[in-house]
C-alpha cells in the first residue's frame, strides 16, 4: 500500500536557523512527490515538486528537497528561516502508473513554528 | 489572475439541512477536487472529477454529493446525510490526472460549521 509519513507534527525554529521537516514514503510504484505549504484559513500552495528529472529540487521561498530512494525519503530544508515561514507543511505523493488515478495522498503536516 | 475561487469562506448548517459549497476555476483545467480537512490531519479526498459530466468518489464520500456541468465549476453538496460536517473543505484543479505529474492548484477554502 501506498503512504507517506510526516515525522514530526511540529518543527519550532529561531528565525535565521535552518528548517528541516521530514518526509517518508512508501510506494510500490515510481512516485511523484510535492510539498505544499498552508497558511492559517488559507488553500494549499505548491513549494515544489519531484518528478524524476533531478534528485535535488529548489522551490520558492527558499526552499528545497532532496529525493532518496535508497532512503524513501523527500525531506524539505531551508537555510535560515524567516518569520513568514510559519505555517503548515504537508507532504504529498502520486504514484504513476498505480490504480489510484487522480487521487494524491497527504501526510499529517508538520506546524512550523519561527521564533524571533 | 487565473486561480480557484471558492465560497462562501465561512457556511453554517442546520440539522436536516443540506448546504452547497461553491468553487469556480479560470484556469482552463480538466480535472478537479474537493477535499475535507479536519485539525492535526492531512486532507482526504471526498470526490474528483476528470472531466466533464463525469466524477468519481474519493475516499469519504458518503454523505456528499458532486456535479460537473460545466468545465469551471464543481459545486459539492453536503447532504443531511453527512453527520459530522464540521470541517475546512477545499477546492483544487489541475491540468490534467494526476498521473500525468501535474500539480493541484487550491482555492481558499470553505469553512462548514454546525449551528
Known amino acids: 500500500a501506498q503512504s507517506v509519513t510526516q515525522l514530526d507534527s511540529h518543527v519550532s525554529v529561531s528565525e535565521g536557523t535552518p528548517v528541516l521537516l521530514r518526509c517518508n514514503y512508501s510506494s510500490s510504484y515510481s512516485p511523484s512527490l510535492f510539498w505544499y505549504v498552508q497558511h492559517p484559513n488559507k488553500g494549499l500552495q505548491l513549494l515544489l515538486k519531484y518528478t524524476s528529472a533531478a534528485t535535488l529540487v529548489k522551490g520558492i521561498n527558499g526552499f528545497e528537497a532532496e529525493f532518496k530512494k535508497s532512503e524513501t525519503s523527500f525531506h524539505l530544508t531551508k537555510p535560515s528561516a524567516h518569520m513568514s515561514d510559519a505555517a503548515e507543511y504537508f507532504c504529498v505523493v502520486s504514484f504513476f502508473g498505480s490504480s489510484n488515478t487522480g487521487k494524491l495522498i497527504f501526510g499529517q503536516g508538520t506546524t512550523l513554528q519561527v521564533k524571533p | 489572475d487565473g486561480g480557484i475561487t471558492q465560497s462562501p469562506k465561512y457556511l453554517f448548517r442546520k440539522e436536516g439541512q443540506n448546504v452547497t459549497l461553491s468553487c469556480e476555476q479560470n484556469l482552463n483545467h480538466d480535472a478537479m477536487y474537493w477535499y475535507r480537512q479536519d485539525p492535526g490531519q492531512g486532507l482526504r479526498l471526498i470526490y474528483y472529477?476528470?472531466?466533464?459530466?463525469?466524477?468519481q468518489k474519493g475516499d469519504i464520500a458518503e454523505g456528499y454529493s458532486v456535479s460537473r456541468e460545466k468545465k469551471e465549476s464543481f459545486p459539492l453538496t453536503v447532504t443531511s446525510a453527512q453527520k459530522n460536517p464540521t470541517a475546512f473543505y477545499l477546492c483544487?484543479?489541475?491540468?490534467?490526472?494526476?498521473?500525468?505529474?501535474?500539480?493541484?492548484?487550491f482555492g481558499d477554502g470553505t469553512r462548514l460549521s454546525i449551528l
Open positions: 483544487a484543479s489541475s491540468s490534467r490526472q494526476v498521473i500525468d505529474n501535474q500539480p493541484q492548484h
Open positions: 472529477s476528470q472531466i466533464v459530466n463525469d466524477f
